[in-house]
């Protein structure tokens, strides 16, 4: 069951710039930044009362950001949700009919268990589930 909204987040191409404009919007500095190897991202967290955007930059021309900016420019990339059980909404959504981009949760950013389900099967966005790394 998913509990809330977790992040936005945002494909910019430089995230030093982005951060500068989004502390200036927001009010408040990044609380974190970290790069995903495995994404080949980094990203940027900003945090306001319970609301979270999530600044990613592609640290890899071939990276699932790099190939979403030159197709769409800067702008919205995902919405992520947070959830008790990442595994039993894993199984609930396959049985479900979703379309997954990966088979299986793993590590993403700010310590979460992370995974997406495919555009087509949400009318055109991607959503992340995550679930806090305990």
Known sequence: MVNKIEHIG???KNIDDA????QKLLGVP???METVETESVVTSFFQTGTNKIE????TNPESPI???LKKKGEGIHHIAFDVEDIEAEVARLRKEGFILINEKPKPGADNKMVIFLHPKST???LVELCQEIK
Do not use: D, Q, R, S
Not at 19 to 22: A, Q, R, V, Y
Not at 55 to 58: C, E, Q, V, Y
């Open 123 to 125: 009318n055109g966005v």
């Open 30 to 32: 990044p609380y974190k």
């Open 10 to 12: 945002i494909a910019v």
């Open 66 to 68: 790099a190939k979403f």
């Open 19 to 22: 951060n500068i404009l989004f």
């Open 55 to 58: 600044l990613l930059m592609a």
